[in-house]
């Protein structure tokens, strides 16, 4: 009996997987706005530099990586401040996906939500109903993004495969303060286009 209960169980699983492949937005035969021609905007807020990179569908252990080697990382939403301040950039340009990946994955340990930058998750929230759960369908379901189609609330989604959205990064602003320094030393404009290709001129 108890083996008949597993082999459901793992039935259950596989067949809620299958599904949320095909129905859930990030699968990847989904057609995506790329027309907007957004590519990429920066926006600065407080000493952090927000950029949104709306020119590449990436799962989110991808893009993760793409923000740490430009010297950043997934977005932090540490407030509502940053909540609604990102809500409203993707408003004002008319953002036509359903979802865009932020910092937050669950992928150490189930149910201990850290930052992509490695801060654990402290006091505010804006997990959607039903999501954070840490129930038999949710397992696997350890990277967060902001699902536009509910209101801008967090939804946990798979890390990795089918699971392909636009993302934020987050990149500290003493890389700019460094930046017009040596352009103000020198004289002209550097070629360097990300925070990583800076480093060269602190260390």
């Not at 949320?20 to 989904?30: A, M, N, W």
């Not at 995506?32 to 957004?38: D, F, K, T, Y």
């Not at 369908?137 to 990795?160: A, N, R, S």
């Amino acid at each position: 009996m108890k083996m008949r209960n597993l082999h459901f169980l793992v039935f259950i699983q596989v067949l809620f997987t299958a599904t949320s492949f095909l129905f859930d937005e990030g699968y990847s035969g989904e057609t995506h706005h790329e027309h907007q021609g957004l590519g990429t905007l920066t926006h600065t807020l407080g000493n952090r530099q927000l950029e949104f990179v709306f020119d590449k569908f990436l799962n989110w252990d991808d893009a993760s990586y793409v923000c740490h080697y430009k010297g950043g990382h997934l977005v932090k939403v540490p407030d509502f401040q940053t909540q609604d301040f990102i809500m409203s950039v993707l408003h004002s340009v008319q953002y036509a996906e359903e979802s865009i990946w932020i910092g937050l994955h669950d992928k150490i340990q189930e149910g201990l939500w850290k930052w992509d930058g490695g801060d654990d998750l402290k006091g505010y929230t804006n997990f959607g109903y039903g999501e954070n759960n840490h129930g038999f369908l949710h397992m696997g379901t350890d990277c967060v993004c902001i699902e536009l189609d509910d209101h801008g609330y967090w939804h946990d989604k798979q890390c990795h495969g089918w699971f392909k959205y636009n993302f934020i990064c987050e990149y500290s602003n003493f890389f700019n303060k460094i930046l017009r320094r040596f352009q103000h030393i020198t004289g002209h404009v550097t070629a360097a286009s990300s925070p990583t290709q800076l480093s060269w001129l602190i260390f």
